[in-house]
């Protein structure tokens, strides 16, 4: 009796992960394109401004807000976000206080890119 149950639910379990496959591809039909929408891009510059102790990148695309903080190091950061997408970049003082607002957009299909403030 115990062995059908085991059985059963093994035998449940691979239909709904075969079932769960099928759908996910017929959702998502970039999986098996081969294209990809969304790469990680590493951004990296300087910057001018004087006081400047941390760099964060936010993105309102969708319903989601992302934020990636990096610290400026002898006037430089490095930072990877995602690209083809359009961040606000606010440039923080030691405290996290906001001192300047820009606004940059990264483009898709590159791995790296190179931005100044």
């Known amino acids: 009796m115990i062995n059908k149950i085991v059985i059963g639910v093994a035998i449940g379990l691979a239909v709904g992960l075969v079932l769960g496959v099928f759908?996910?591809?017929a959702v998502y039909p970039s999986l098996h394109s081969g294209?990809?929408?969304?790469n990680q891009?590493?951004?990296?510059?300087t910057?001018?401004?004087k006081g400047i102790s941390w760099i964060q990148f936010i993105n309102l695309a969708g319903n989601t807000t992302t934020a990636t903080t990096a610290p400026v190091t002898n006037g430089a950061y490095d930072v990877l976000?995602?690209?083809g997408q359009s961040y606000n970049v606010y440039l923080l003082n030691q405290h996290?206080?906001?001192q300047k607002q820009l606004s940059l957009y990264v483009p898709s299909g590159v791995t790296t890119f190179h931005a100044d403030f």
């Open 96 to 98: 996290g206080v906001d």
């Open 81 to 83: 976000i995602v690209g």
């Open 35 to 38: 294209v990809v929408t969304r």
């Open 47 to 49: 910057i001018l401004e």
């Open 41 to 45: 891009v590493q951004v990296s510059g």
């Open 23 to 25: 759908v996910g591809i």
